[in-house]
């Protein structure tokens, strides 16, 4: 298995098991704390140990006990200098690197041989839903686990939330919400009724080929110069209209246009507050594959090109097809267009931290098909550049709110009995 994927694994696991102690899990559980934390420090400045340590118990579910070893590894790897005044860690100076994949960091410290079968077993399991839902049989036969295992690994899973069983057309069938968010029942029921290899092959074509207009699918039977079969193009179009795909529509002029992606990942995967920055991403990729597949007079030769110039000068060169083919990025708010002259527009990105974040999952969703850096809570990382007080004041809010939520649920109770016992 390739360490990044044992890395991104491995932050799944974590995120979904949270406070969970799961006994069969021994290096694991450290690994994905590790992937955690290189996650959210990259970019920071020196952090306070104590800040760290709350900070970690609150967001991450990363137990004080643990930290220590957690940083030891990011240590050992070199994502972090550790400042310590005898056995005591006193804070900690991130290095996690900019342009490279942290996850492939992370997954080179561990080996097949660090790992013990519960965790294998899991991390088989796993990567077989990362791209579809499967068959119980199907996983038990492609990855060799033994049933017993296989059983207490897919427990486990659903106890974390990273694993989800159904029953559909009298099958059992496993599948992950950490990667199909968007009903996953219809998902599971055209798994069941089709088989997992035809559904993975149609993904992996979209994931190659992020952005591509349906109507050119539904055509010509390709994407990108790969051809699919006719099944596999009402596969595509019945998944999208049973919302497994949810693909943006956007009006240009007098014509509407529906864009393909790969569906999107659940909460564990995609931090709600980065919701917005995912559609501002794939309304990015929608308007230059429009230009480039589907333009009014001039095409686009390298949209790829075209969303680094932008990044990197702020702007796009005006032409007479900017008003209509941007028009969907002033309303997201990525940008504003700027007449210069008869009908050439000029299109000039709103310079925020949100845009340039969807302008590069952008550019990551043109040269990989991946989506990146989603599932980083920003609040948390605003906790890890302030001090002790700050987040104390964040656990105490917490707390109130979730004793206010108690208080209320138990009045309500109290109410909705007295009402029955009128009657």
Same mark, same amino acid.
């Given at each position: 298995?390739?360490?990044k994927?044992?890395?991104?694994?491995?932050?799944d696991?974590?995120? %979904?098991?949270?406070?969970?102690?799961?006994?069969d899990?021994?290096?694991?559980r450290?690994?994905g704390?590790?992937?955690?934390?290189?996650v959210?420090?990259?970019?920071?400045?020196?952090i306070d140990?104590?800040?760290?340590?709350?900070?970690?118990?609150?967001?991450?579910?990363?137990?004080?006990?643990?930290?220590? +070893?957690?940083?030891?590894?990011?240590?050992?790897i070199?994502?972090?200098?550790?400042?310590?005044?005898g056995?005591?860690?006193?804070?900690?100076?991130?290095?996690?690197?900019?342009?490279?994949?942290?996850?492939?960091?992370?997954?080179?410290?561990?080996?097949?041989?660090d790992?013990?079968?519960? +965790?294998?077993?899991?991390l088989?399991?796993?990567?077989?839903?990362?791209?579809?839902?499967?068959?119980?049989?199907?996983?038990?036969?492609t990855t060799?686990?033994d049933r017993?295992?296989?059983?207490?690994?897919?427990?486990?899973?659903?106890?974390?939330?990273?694993i989800?069983?159904?029953?559909?057309?009298g /099958? *059992?069938i496993?599948?992950s919400?950490?990667?199909?968010?968007?009903?996953?029942?219809?998902?599971?029921d055209?798994t069941a009724?089709?088989?997992?290899?035809?559904?993975?092959?149609?993904?992996?074509v979209? @994931?190659?080929?992020?952005?591509?207009?349906?109507?050119?699918?539904? /055509?010509?039977?390709? $994407?990108?110069?790969?051809?699919?079969?006719p099944?596999?193009?009402?596969l595509?179009t019945?998944l999208?209209?049973?919302?497994?795909? @949810?693909?943006?529509?956007?009006?240009?002029?007098?014509t509407s246009?529906?864009?393909?992606?790969?569906?999107?990942?659940?909460?564990?995967?995609?931090?709600?507050?980065?919701?917005?920055?995912y559609?501002?991403?794939?309304?990015?990729?929608?308007?230059v594959?429009? %230009?480039q597949?589907?333009?009014?007079?001039?095409?686009?030769?390298?949209?790829?090109?075209?969303?680094?110039?932008?990044?990197?000068r %702020?702007?796009?060169?005006?032409?007479s097809?900017?008003?209509?083919?941007?028009?969907?990025?002033?309303l997201?708010?990525?940008?504003?267009?700027i007449?210069?002259?008869g *009908?050439?527009?000029?299109?000039?990105?709103?310079?925020?931290?949100?845009?340039?974040?969807?302008? /590069?999952?952008a550019i990551?969703?043109f040269?990989?098909?991946e $989506?990146? *850096?989603?599932?980083?809570?920003? *609040?948390? /990382?605003i906790?890890?550049?302030k001090?002790?007080?700050?987040?104390?004041?964040?656990?105490s809010?917490? +707390?109130? @709110?979730q004793? @206010?939520?108690i208080?209320l649920?138990?009045?309500a109770?109290?109410?909705?009995e007295?009402?029955?016992?009128?009657?």
């Amino acid at each position: 298995m390739e360490k990044k994927i044992i890395g991104e694994l491995a932050y799944d696991i974590q995120t %979904g098991l949270g406070s969970i102690d799961v006994p069969d899990f021994e290096n694991l559980r450290t690994i994905g704390m590790a992937a955690t934390l290189a996650v959210h420090i990259r970019g920071l400045g020196e952090i306070d140990y104590t800040v760290l340590r709350n900070v970690s118990e609150h967001y991450f579910s990363i137990p004080s006990y643990a930290l220590r +070893e957690v940083l030891e590894v990011l240590a050992e790897i070199e994502y972090v200098q550790l400042t310590t005044t005898g056995k005591k860690i006193k804070s900690i100076l991130p290095d996690v690197p900019r342009f490279q994949n942290i996850y492939e960091g992370v997954g080179e410290y561990l080996s097949n041989e660090d790992l013990n079968e519960p +965790e294998q077993a899991t991390l088989a399991i796993m990567s077989e839903l990362q791209s579809k839902p499967d068959n119980n049989d199907r996983l038990i036969h492609t990855t060799g686990i033994d049933r017993g295992l296989f059983k207490r690994c897919v427990d486990i899973g659903e106890a974390g939330t990273y694993i989800k069983s159904f029953r559909a057309r009298g /099958k *059992d069938i496993l599948a992950s919400p950490f990667y199909f968010a968007d009903n996953l029942d219809a998902l599971v029921d055209t798994t069941a009724r089709i088989g997992a290899t035809e559904i993975q092959s149609v993904l992996n074509v979209v @994931k190659g080929n992020q952005g591509w207009p349906l109507s050119l699918i539904e /055509k010509r039977l390709e $994407l990108g110069g790969t051809k699919i079969t006719p099944s596999q193009k009402d596969l595509l179009t019945h998944l999208c209209n049973e919302g497994v795909l @949810k693909p943006p529509s956007l009006k240009f002029s007098s014509t509407s246009e529906t864009f393909v992606f790969t569906p999107s990942p659940g909460a564990g995967r995609l931090n709600a507050a980065n919701r917005e920055v995912y559609e501002r991403a794939m309304a990015l990729v929608s308007c230059v594959r429009k %230009g480039q597949l589907l333009p009014n007079r001039y095409r686009i030769r390298s949209p790829l090109r075209l969303l680094e110039a932008l990044r990197d000068r %702020g702007h796009l060169g005006a032409n007479s097809e900017a008003n209509s083919q941007y028009r969907n990025l002033v309303l997201l708010r990525v940008g504003n267009l700027i007449n210069v002259g008869g *009908d050439r527009w000029e299109f000039r990105l709103y310079q925020t931290e949100e845009n340039q974040r969807a302008l /590069k999952l952008a550019i990551d969703l043109f040269r990989t098909g991946e $989506l990146s *850096d989603l599932e980083v809570n920003e *609040d948390a /990382k605003i906790a890890l550049t302030k001090d002790e007080k700050y987040i104390q004041s964040v656990i105490s809010a917490s +707390e109130l @709110k979730q004793r @206010k939520s108690i208080t209320l649920n138990e009045q309500a109770a109290e109410e909705f009995e007295q009402l029955i016992l009128a009657f």
